[in-house]
C-alpha cells in the first residue's frame, strides 16, 4: 500500500510539473523571396515552352477512374492558358509596383520536348534582353495541367480538380546568373461546400474551360507573390509552466498585453529558478519579438539557450536552436526591407 501510494505521489507531482505549450498567431512583413537586385527596372516574360518527353496528357482528362480525351479543346489551348498564367504574373507585379515595365512575350519559342530541361544560354538570354531593353528574364520554362471530375458518391458530394505544375527560372543578363530556378505544383478544387464547410445544395461548378483557366491564373499569381514583400501570418510558441503565475502570463498574451506578460516572465529569470528560467527568458525572447525588437529578443534567446545548455536540457535547447534560426531570417528579412 506504501508504495502504491509513493507512485501516484510521483504522479502527481510530474503531472503538476508539465509544460503547456501554445501557439500564437502573429503577422509580419516578409520581403519577396527573390533577391531582384535594385537595378532592375524592366523585364521581360517569356515562356520556353517545353514539355518532357512524357507530358501527353493536356487534350485528356480523367472522368473518375477513365481517362478520357476531351473534344472540345482548341487547338492552341497550351498557349491560351500560358497567356492567361503571364498575363496574371503581370498583373500581380504591376499591382505591388515591382517593376516600372513588364514585357511579356509567349510566342519566343518554338514548341520542344525532352527528357531534361537544361538551363537557357546566357548569350540568348543577352540577346533578348538586349533587344527588349529589359534588365532581367523571368522564364516559365514548363508548364503542365490536368483536369479530373469526380461523380457524387456515398458521403462525397460531386467535384472537379486541377493539378498544375510549372517550373519558373529568373536569369540576370548583367552577372550571366540564375538567380532562381523553382518547380510549383498546385492544385485546386471545387464541390459544393462553401469556405465554411457548409453544403451548398445545387451550387454549379465550373465547366473544364474555365477551371483550367482559373487554375493557370492561380500558377502566375502564386510565382509573382516571390517578387514583392507581403504580410504573412506565421506561429510562434511559448511555454507555460506550472506556476499560476505562468498561466496568468497566458492571459495577458491572449489579450496582447505584452508588457504585463513581460512583468510576470522577468521575476523567473535569474539562474536561481533553474528550469523556470529557460522558460522565462524563452517567451521574453517571443515578447520582444513581437515588440518590434529583434536585438532584445535575441539577447533572451541567447540567455536562454546557455542556462539550457548547463541543464543538458535537450528538448529545450532544440526548441531554442528552431527559435534562433527563425528569429535569424526574421532579421535578415528586416534588413533587407530597410534596404529596400
Known amino acids: 500500500m506504501k508504495q502504491i501510494n509513493f507512485l501516484i505521489l510521483i504522479l502527481l507531482i510530474t503531472i ?14 516578409k ?10 527596372q524592366n523585364v521581360a516574360l517569356v515562356y520556353r515552352n517545353f514539355k518532357y518527353s512524357g507530358d501527353k496528357y493536356q487534350n485528356y482528362y480523367k472522368d473518375d477512374n477513365q481517362l478520357k480525351k476531351s473534344k472540345n479543346d482548341p487547338s492552341n489551348l497550351d498557349s491560351i492558358l500560358v497567356s492567361y498564367t503571364l498575363k496574371e504574373m503581370a498583373s ?42 529589359t534588365d532581367l528574364l523571368i522564364s516559365l520554362e514548363t508548364f503542365s495541367y490536368f483536369y479530373s471530375e469526380y461523380s457524387e458518391q456515398q458521403n462525397m458530394p460531386k467535384s472537379k480538380e486541377v493539378i498544375t505544375a510549372a517550373v519558373w527560372a ?32 445545387g451550387a454549379k461548378l465550373p465547366p473544364r474551360a474555365t477551371a483550367l483557366k482559373v487554375a493557370s491564373q492561380l500558377v502566375g499569381e502564386n510565382y509573382s507573390k516571390r517578387f514583392f514583400a507581403s504580410w504573412q501570418t506565421v506561429n510562434r510558441m511559448y511555454s507555460v509552466p506550472s506556476p499560476n503565475d505562468f498561466t496568468i502570463a497566458s492571459g495577458f498574451v491572449e489579450k496582447g498585453d505584452w508588457d504585463n506578460a513581460i512583468k510576470i516572465w522577468m521575476r523567473y529569470t535569474p539562474d536561481k529558478n533553474g528550469k523556470m528560467a529557460i522558460e522565462a527568458r524563452y517567451n521574453l525572447a517571443l515578447a520582444y519579438e513581437m515588440k518590434d525588437d529583434i536585438l532584445t529578443a535575441w539577447k533572451w534567446l541567447s540567455a536562454a539557450h546557455k542556462l539550457a545548455v548547463s541543464y543538458n536540457s535537450k528538448e ?11 528569429l535569424a531570417k526574421r532579421k535578415r528579412d528586416i534588413d533587407r526591407l530597410n534596404e529596400s
Open 16 to 29: 503538476s510539473s508539465c509544460t503547456v505549450y501554445k501557439e500564437y498567431a502573429i503577422d509580419i512583413y
Open 31 to 40: 520581403p519577396g523571396e527573390i533577391a531582384v537586385p535594385p537595378n532592375v
Open 92 to 133: 500581380n507585379l504591376k499591382a505591388n509596383n515591382t517593376f516600372d515595365r513588364i514585357h511579356i512575350f509567349p510566342g519566343i519559342f518554338k514548341p520542344h520536348t525532352g527528357e531534361k530541361l537544361p538551363a537557357l544560354k546566357f548569350d540568348l538570354i543577352n540577346k533578348l534582353t538586349s533587344e527588349t531593353e
Open 170 to 201: 529568373v536569369y540576370n543578363p548583367l552577372t550571366e546568373k540564375i538567380i532562381e530556378r523553382k518547380t510549383m505544383i498546385d492544385t485546386i478544387f471545387w464541390n459544393n461546400y462553401d469556405e465554411n464547410g457548409n453544403y451548398q445544395k
Open 316 to 326: 529545450s535547447i532544440n526548441m531554442i536552436e528552431k527559435y534562433q534560426k527563425v
